[in-house]
Structure formats: structure tokens, C-alpha cells
Antibody
């Protein structure tokens, strides 16, 4: 069974840092691109960042570029999001999500499995 | 970036009724790379439809998607109690991938 379990969320002051983790199991993690998607309280979904299976390709939303860093450790089946210079508008539930493979073809930006999310609250 | 506008914001229907949800894009969605997700309170989103009209694995056939270009529709033929939720459309044909603001389907 595919499982994605996020951790590392919490309350942080504006300007602070936080590192999120996503532990993957039930599939060959090293074969899949992964993403972070966030959802502000009571709001819709916003794509944050993506990383290819071998970390060769990394992308960020403009809203987090230069402040967030995505990474992965395939030996540990883990995905990370280092968040620096946090702002109030970064307050959200952060989900890790697996990119789907359809008939053996990776489909970037389309997500078939999501974790349950971890809440990040940026407030003084 | 492509902006997706969903309508209506809220749909009040009874179990057994048909639900029709709309998603309009600010520009043409490449290769009909349009998906629909369902989200229930406190849960992660669940992929329902991709490629505008293909059902994801395990999705009941009462869910169907249609459309192309800038106008897309999700139809739930007969609402089951478990279908009352928020539905999001997403385009994944152009970077950055973007989501609509959601349509809430609530029990009338």
C-alpha cells in the first residue's frame, strides 16, 4: 500500500525556518517525481515545488522561489522541504504528492497519491 | 499562468440527483491536461479524472469528465452520500500547474 507521511510542521515566527519531511513507503520511491502542494486554511490548493526522481529537475512556484528548497534522499525514501524566511502567507497545510505514471509514462504535475499533510503556522 | 475559474461556488443537491460542475480556463489547456480532484474535510485530495475524461483507478463510473480548450465539466450522474465534498479542477499542461478555487457539493 502506498503511504506518504508528512512531518515537521508547527508554529514558527515570521522570518523563521522549518524543515518538512515526507516518508514514503509501499512503492519504489526512487522511480517517482515528487511534489509539495499547500492549502491555506479554508482555501484552495497551490502547487509549491517539484523534484524529479534523481533530483535532476527542480522547480518552484514564484511565491516561494529563493526561500524554499526541495530535496530528496532516495536511500531513505524521503522527501524534504526546507522553508526559510517564512511569512504569514505561508501558513497552510503542506502535502507531499506523488506524480502519476500512466502506462509507464511520467505525467508531470498530475498526482495520484497524497499524504495527510502537516500544518505550518507562521505567526508572531 | 493559467487561471482556472470554477462554478458554481456551492451546489446544493439531494442524493440521487445529477451534479454538473464547471471549470473555465483563462487560456487553452494544452492537450486537455485537465484533472479533477475530490477533497473531504480533513482529508487529502483524491484524483478522480485526468486528461479531461479518463477516470483514475478505482473511481466509480458515475463520475465523468468532458470538455476541451478552455471549458471543462465534471458530472456526477447520481449523487451518493459519500460524494458530498469539495471538487477542484487542475491544469497540468503548462507550468506552473494551477488549481481552481473549488466547488462545494453540499446536501440540500
Amino acid at each position: 500500500e502506498v503511504q506518504l507521511v508528512e512531518s515537521g510542521g508547527g508554529l514558527v515566527k515570521p522570518g523563521g525556518s522549518l524543515r518538512l519531511s515526507c516518508a514514503a513507503s509501499g512503492f519504489t520511491f526512487s522511480s517517482y517525481s515528487m511534489n509539495w502542494v499547500r492549502q491555506a486554511p479554508g482555501k484552495g490548493l497551490e502547487w509549491v515545488s517539484s523534484i524529479s526522481s534523481s533530483s535532476s529537475y527542480i522547480y518552484y512556484a514564484d511565491s516561494v522561489k529563493g526561500r524554499f528548497t526541495i530535496s530528496r534522499d532516495n536511500a531513505k525514501n524521503s522527501l524534504y522541504l526546507q522553508m526559510n524566511s517564512l511569512r504569514a502567507e505561508d501558513t497552510a497545510v503542506y502535502y507531499c504528492a506523488r506524480v502519476i505514471t500512466i502506462f509507464g509514462v511520467v505525467t508531470p504535475g498530475l498526482f495520484d497519491y497524497w499524504g495527510q499533510g502537516t500544518l505550518v503556522t507562521v505567526s508572531s | 499562468e493559467i487561471v482556472l475559474t470554477q462554478s458554481p461556488g456551492t451546489l446544493s443537491l439531494s442524493p440521487g440527483e445529477r451534479a454538473t460542475l464547471s471549470c473555465r480556463a483563462s487560456q487553452s489547456v494544452s492537450s486537455s491536461y485537465l484533472a479533477w480532484y475530490q477533497q473531504k474535510p480533513g482529508q487529502a485530495p483524491r484524483l478522480l479524472i485526468y486528461g479531461a475524461s479518463s477516470r483514475a483507478t478505482g473511481i466509480p463510473d458515475r463520475f465523468s469528465g468532458s470538455g476541451s480548450g478552455t471549458d471543462f465539466t465534471l458530472t456526477i450522474s447520481r449523487l451518493e452520500p459519500e460524494d458530498f465534498a469539495v471538487y477542484y479542477c487542475q491544469q497540468y499542461g503548462s507550468s506552473p500547474e494551477t488549481f481552481g478555487q473549488g466547488t462545494k457539493v453540499e446536501i440540500k
